[in-house]
């Protein structure tokens, strides 16, 4: 059950992209499977992906094709993963690449390859080989809908947005999609994200803008503290805007900075919405922490603690679990000085239970589901945010029945 998430009724075409879903039979239940993206030439394109030591073989073959020319195609595959799959997945992915050449015309290194599903299978080629000519048959402007679908695993509800601003006179479209509903702690970016705009910017520029949205927004989610070997989030720019190129980080790049992390921070939300078996979205916020690396390590440990999650699906006001992770996050306060917040409700102070505090004022704020916890440590001026799931049966169900 998707928390307060709603599915995009129609998406914003971007100038210079093209997509395509269909079912190759990747997919037990014959979903669609294979999404073909096709970028106009000259585009930019910025990428991060997983630091997962056994990443898979598409995120090794992207990587290195992003670092020998501009894409014009990704190819992306939902179902199987093909990861933890040695040399024979590196193959693979390099042959799914030289099929989408062949039948484009483009070369093989313009191919980026991603894969997302179950690790350790071979991924079949042959479907995809056979899928290949009638999915480039498809390519349409304003198929981002279908693509969107084409690329969900265990995901409940499309994730997608449109926004658009102007810049130098000019309409800027950016429009982008993710999937992730498990496995679900991003370590660079998120399990699948696709974001393009038509606005013509520096590639540096356009990786650092990159760099900056996912930091706030795909790194600030957890669902269950699994990296992804998949993980991978691509910006793409088309230039066919008639924006004067954007080279320097002034007013215009500070616009589209601000509105392409908005579309990364409605993403990722999205994931938390649709988390495996999820009923509560939970907002961690961090306050007077010392540093933006201790307010996050406190926020990660409350969000990745199963006891806490439990409580959260339990709609219990246990707040001794919080307060219990909270001194186990290895960093350094003053306990008489800490509070603890749910909602507005302080539940911890003075080293122990807030005096005013009730147990009816926590359970209203437990039975909502949306819930902010609100940790001030008291020893600086920083702070920080992540989102988060409760802990359910359904996902226990979700993901022991996976493969099956």
């Known amino acids: 059950m998707a928390i307060n998430l709603i599915e995009p009724e129609s998406l914003l075409p971007v100038n210079g992209i093209r997509l395509a879903a269909i079912s190759a039979g990747i997919k037990k239940n014959q979903s669609d499977d294979l999404v073909l993206i096709e970028l106009a030439e000259n585009s930019q394109c910025a990428a991060v992906f997983t630091q997962n030591k056994f990443c898979a073989a598409p995120v090794t073959v992207a990587k290195k094709h992003l670092q020998m020319k501009p894409p014009r195609y990704l190819l992306i595959n939902s179902g199987n993963a093909n990861a933890g799959t040695g040399k024979q997945g590196m193959q693979d992915a390099l042959n799914t690449c030289a099929l989408v050449a062949r039948q484009s015309g483009c070369d093989i290194e313009a191919v980026l390859p991603f894969s997302t599903g179950v690790i350790g299978e071979n991924l079949p080629v042959h479907k995809i080989e056979s899928a290949l000519p009638t999915l480039h048959e498809q390519l349409f402007d304003d198929n981002w809908l279908g693509a969107g679908r084409g690329i969900m695993t265990t995901d409940t509800k499309l994730k997608a947005i449109s926004r658009q601003i102007e810049i130098q006179g000019k309409v800027i479209t950016v429009t982008g999609l993710s999937k992730g509903a498990g496995m679900i702690q991003p370590n660079m970016a998120t399990m699948l994200a696709y974001i393009a705009t038509d606005?013509?910017?520096?590639?540096?520029?356009?990786?650092?803008?990159?760099i900056s949205a996912v930091n706030s927004s795909f790194n600030a989610i957890t669902v269950d503290s699994d990296t992804s070997t998949n993980d991978a989030c691509v910006l793409m720019a088309t230039g066919l805007a008639g924006n004067e190129v954007i080279t320097q980080e002034n007013a215009d790049y500070q616009k589209l900075s601000k509105v392409i992390g908005e579309v990364c921070m409605y993403l990722a939300q999205a994931i938390i919405r649709d988390a495996e078996?999820?009923?509560?979205?939970?907002?961690?916020?961090?306050?007077?922490?010392?540093?933006?690396?201790?307010?996050?390590?406190?926020?990660?440990?409350?969000?990745?603690?199963?006891?806490?999650?439990?409580?959260?699906?339990?709609?219990?006001?246990?707040?001794?679990?919080?307060?219990?992770?909270?001194?186990?996050?290895?960093i350094d306060f003053d306990i008489n000085k800490i509070q603890i917040f749910l909602g507005d409700i302080c539940i911890v102070s003075n080293g122990g239970r807030d005096a005013a505090y009730t147990e009816e004022q926590g359970q209203k704020v437990m039975n909502q589901e949306e819930i902010t916890i609100r940790i001030e440590l008291h020893t600086g001026e920083q702070s920080a945010c992540i989102w988060t799931s409760d802990l359910s049966y359904d996902y226990v169900k979700i993901n022991s029945e996976y493969r099956s």
């Open 277 to 330: 078996g999820a009923t509560k979205f939970v907002t961690l916020q961090v306050n007077s922490a010392s540093s933006v690396k201790d307010a996050r390590q406190v926020a990660f440990t409350v969000a990745h603690s199963p006891l806490v999650k439990t409580a959260l699906f339990a709609s219990d006001p246990n707040w001794g679990r919080i307060l219990a992770a909270v001194g186990r996050a290895g």
């Open 199 to 210: 606005v013509a910017i520096d590639n540096d520029l356009l990786q650092q803008c990159l």
